[in-house]
Each structure stands twice: as C-alpha cells, then as structure tokens.
C-alpha cells in the first residue's frame, strides 16, 4: 500500500480525481479494518474481535456471551450488560469450571481511553461488589466502548492479570492522507451562540449617492456630451448651456462619480427647472429589508447583519429603521451594502440574518462535524493518526454553531470537514454495537 501511494504522489502516474478518490476511501478501509476491531460484550450488549496484548487473536466467549479470561484452571467471564440499565460490567468466575461465588472473589477493571487533553481523564478504575451471581461493576462505562482494558482479580489471595484492547468507533487515517482527502480538523472551545431572525428584501441604490442634476441657470443646450449608461467622474463635462440673460455658454459638470441612468437633455432644447441627468454612484448600495409587526421590536439600530443573494455575501450594520412608505406597520431596515466591487445590483433580491444577542457557552462545535451514527450524534476527534467517535449530548444551536453540554473535552481536536468519509468508512467496515 505504501509503495501504491508512492506512487501515486510521482508526477509519472496520472490519475482522475473520482479514482484518487476511491483509492483513498479503500486505503481508510483497509486502515480501518485492521485497527478498528474493538471490545466483545455480553448478550445484552456488543460482539466482535479484539486484541490481547501480546497480539491479535479471537475472543473466546463465556456462557454469558461475555469475554472469557483464563489463567489456569481460574477464569473470568467479563461483558457489558446494558439491558434496561446504563451500561455496566458484570462478572462471573470459575474454578476449573466449577462456579465461585462472588462474595469469594474481587475484581477491579481499569479502562484506558484515547485522549489527547491534558485536563481529560484518559482511565477510570471500575470495582465490583457481588450481586446474585455475579460482580457487578460500580459505575457507567461510557459510550463509546473503546479503551484499552487492564483486569485484575485475586481469589484465595492470588492475583490473576490481563490486558486486552477493546476499541470501536475508531479509524486509522495518515496526516498525508487526511490532507489529500481534505479532512480537517477544529479546536472544541469556548464561544458564543448567536440569536438571529431572518429578513428579506432588496438592494437599491443608496439615496446619499443619487444626484439628480438642473441647469444652474435656464437657457438652452447648446451640446449634450453624456448620455445613458456612461460612466463619468467629479468633474467631466455633461453638457453646455447658453444662458438666457447672459448669453453665455457654461458647462454642467457631474458633482459625483457614477453611471448615467437618466437623461433629459437634448441640444436646442429649454432647460427650464426641469433634471436633465440623474447620475447615481454604485460602489455603495443600501439594503432594505422588510420586517413584520412580530419582529419590529427585536429591531434596533447597530445589530450585525449578514447579507446573502445569488451565492455572494457581505457583513453590515442596521444604519436605521423607518416605517413603510405606504403606511403598512412593517418597519424598513437600511444596511449600508458596500459594493466597489460590482458584486451587487440594484433591485437584486437579498435575505439578511440579523443578529439579535449572542450567548456564551462553555464549549461549541462547529455544526459541519456532526454526523449521525448508530442512535447518537457525534464527531471524530484526533489523536495522532487516530481518529474515534465522541457520541454527544448537545444543547442549544444558532444554525452554525452548537453547544455541547457532553462527551467533548476543550481543546480536543475534532473533525470538521469530510468527516463522512470516516463515518462511511466505520459502516462499510461492519463496526458493531448491537442493543
């Protein structure tokens, strides 16, 4: 495999982008297939193979469906219960076959995850106190069930040890290849939610920047040197007048920059009070956005915008809030919409998300890394090479950014872009968890 990727990173081999595409997912695959084999559970739970420490073999299964541990004529039968109950460890133990009562034996199982954040707790000692036939684990063992498994167990005061591998949810994935199949990652943190509605309306040119422009003394034009659609800056020369008292010609020039969208003026022609150009200045538009009775008083001068219309979009502020020329009870927001660029047009339609407070949180994720799995929400995080499942317990959202009130650590480094493909990679390798 590594000799394939070699070379495929040559500029000798040339391949399409769906091929590269597919040998990627078959390389995770492969990954995936020969780290991801994780923990056996008990009837009520899960079942695959898993790996003892001093290498891979499969797991010999207990009458309990649990996983058997011999040492000698001493055995161990550990499972997950998690029938109508928070998943737990339960045990059973014999003596050359023969049952041992659980007051009569001790069990201690502690469990070793993947993490990479200082502050989280990376193992857990669960004890076991007896009940009916069995030792029943005191505490949760927490989704995912991936950990590294220490097991100690003393009867007639001789301990007895293992150590075995129990992981699920988990994928094995190169930097080189993360990168070539754009997987990318974030930093779980601290941040703000935002409350937001949404209005829509249109861009129309900014009222500041519209000049309507009349002879400065009536008489008749003499020459018109502009005319619809010419752009023209401060200065150039519109036309020329001959004054009606002087009888000399002066010139009318453009006050602004912009583009001619209206012209009144024809050589020969009375000036009279009537606009000869009206010239209006594009790089800067206004946008009107039309809110309702319900929403008027959410509405107030300053709030953040974010304006969207035909795949583009600008940040802007409400400059101010009139009422509807025609006497309605909506409100109009106007938004400066900057526009050097020629991005937006006049009339063009626009939505505009307004934000209305924003609420700090402990820690949120970005919504783009949330991937239904099984029954749960979750996202992958990154340890190395290694990439696991963290199923979640979310709170409130603003649409791109959601809280997590549980399973996330800050500054665990979790997947936000093309974290399908590792999900993909999980269901196409069979991963189990039955309930």
């Known amino acids: 495999m590594k000799l394939l ?6 500029s000798k081999y040339r391949i399409s982008s769906k091929i590269f595409a597919l040998i ?27 790996h003892e420490s001093g290498g891979q073999t499969d797991i010999v299964k207990g009458p309990h469906k649990g996983r058997l541990l011999s040492d000698g004529d001493f ?56 009940q009916d036939d069995f ?49 990318t990652t974030a930093i779980a943190t601290a941040g703000n939610l935002k409350q937001t509605i949404k209005l829509y309306g249109q861009a129309l040119p900014d009222p500041v920047r519209v000049s309507h422009i009349q002879a ?19 200065g150039d020369v519109l036309a020329s007048v001959e ?36 010239l209006v200045d594009y790089s800067q538009l206004e946008a009107h956005l039309h809110a309702f009775p319900a929403q008027t008083n959410k ?34 927001a106007h938004i400066p919409l900057p526009n050097h660029e020629n991005d937006w047009v006049p009339n063009q339609s626009l939505e505009g998300t307004i934000t209305l407070a924003e609420i700090p949180v402990a820690l949120r994720i970005d919504n783009r890394a949330l991937q239904n799995f099984r029954d749960w929400q979750v996202v992958f995080v990154q340890v190395g090479d290694t990439y696991e499942i963290r199923p979640l317990e979310l709170g409130q959202t603003d649409g791109e950014f959601t809280e997590v009130i549980n399973g996330l650590n800050p500054g665990d480094h979790y997947v936000v872009d093309n974290s399908y ?12 968890h039955d309930h």
């Open 135 to 183: 030792l029943r684990g005191q505490g949760e063992v927490q989704e995912p069930h991936s950990f590294d498994v220490s097991v100690t167990a003393t009867y007639k005061n001789k301990k007895h040890q293992w150590k075995f591998s129990s992981y699920e949810g988990r994928v094995q994935l190169s930097a080189a290849l993360a990168k070539e199949s754009g997987v």
């Open 216 to 234: 400065r003394y009536p008489g008749v034009i003499r020459a018109v040197k502009a005319t619809i659609g010419d752009k023209v800056k401060v």
């Open 299 to 332: 509405l107030k001068a300053g709030q953040s915008v974010l304006l969207e219309g035909e795949g583009r979009s600008a940040l802007s502020n409400i400059e101010s809030l009139t009422s509807h020329e025609d006497g309605a009870s909506t409100l109009i």
């Open 243 to 278: 004054s009606n008292e002087s009888l000399r010609q002066y010139n009318i020039t453009a006050p602004i920059s912009g583009t001619i969208i209206e012209r009144h003026a024809n050589p020969d022609e009375f000036t009279g009070e009537k606009i000869l150009f009206t």
């Open 24 to 50: 990627i997912f078959a390389s995770i695959s492969a990954c995936s297939e020969k780290h991801n084999d994780h923990a056996g559970h008990g009837s009520e739970g899960h079942g695959s193979a898993e």
């Open 421 to 432: 493909l590792l999900k993909a990679d999980l269901e196409k390798s069979g991963a189990s």
């Open 5 to 10: 990727f070699e070379k495929i990173f040559t």
């Open 75 to 130: 055995s161990v039968e550990l499972a997950i219960f998690e029938r109508g109950v928070p998943p737990e460890y339960r045990a059973w133990a014999t003596d050359d076959g023969d049952a041992i009562a659980p007051k009569d034996w001790q069990l201690s199982v502690e469990l070793s995850r993947l993490s990479a954040t200082p502050t989280a707790a990376k193992s857990n000692k669960l004890t076991f106190l007896p």
